[in-house]
């Protein structure tokens, strides 16, 4: 956990860094108050937008992965369902308009080196729409598996899993992906949608 002088959001007394008792690792505690501060997974989302066997991919502009090839995604805000998040950062990184009842769990991972829980998404729409984008996004494309850009692709160890897309996209056959990721492995499984 990474520990920095912080003040408790109960009552802004200075916080100390202690096991708590029954816990195994350590947390911030207000010792005033008595509030633990949980160090957890943030939540990320994107979503795979698929139209003509071809999927939409953004050239991240920003820091973490700038200049790299991701979906669209980013995080989910407080007060925001995950649905929700993924309609949002749809429409921030391309211009183009979702629908929450479009979207269907896809992708789901843990990626434990930089302590996020990733939930993807998939839409399809009828046909390719020209993106636009954001500060966050330099460019936009639609890659299909002979042109996708695997050496620019955010997170090479996926490119198995995202050839995968590939195959459901060509079959019409879905599944739902799950995987645990960090520096040193990848470890996925999926499950056909039946």
Not at 22 to 29: I, K, P, V
Not at 50 to 64: D, G, M, N, S
Not at 73 to 87: H, I, P, R, S, Y
Not at 111 to 119: A, D, P, V
Request: hydrophobic share 40%.
């Amino acid at each position: 956990m990474s520990i920095q002088t912080q003040y408790c959001k109960r009552c802004a007394n200075k916080m100390s860094c202690i096991v708590p008792e029954g816990d195994t690792l350590s947390r911030l505690l207000c010792g005033k108050c008595g509030h633990i501060e949980y160090d957890s997974p943030i939540p990320v989302v994107s979503t795979i937008l698929i139209a003509e066997e071809k999927i939409l991919l953004v050239r991240r502009a920003i820091e973490p992965y700038k200049g790299k090839w991701a979906p669209p995604g980013g995080f989910a805000e407080k007060g925001e369902a995950l649905t929700e998040a993924a309609v949002r950062e749809t429409f921030e990184e391309t211009g183009i308009v979702i629908s929450e009842n479009v979207l269907t769990p896809f992708f789901i991972s843990s990626i434990t080196s930089i302590n996020q829980y990733y939930i993807c998404f998939r839409a399809h729409l009828d046909h390719r729409v020209e993106p636009t984008f954001s500060p966050e996004a330099s460019d936009a494309s639609w890659f299909g598996r002979s042109d996708f850009p695997v050496n620019e692709y955010w997170m090479p160890k996926l490119i198995s899993t995202v050839m995968q897309i590939f195959d459901c996209i060509e079959s019409k056959e879905f599944k739902i992906f799950l995987a645990k990721v960090n520096e040193e492995e990848f470890q996925g499984r999926s499950f056909s949608i039946t």
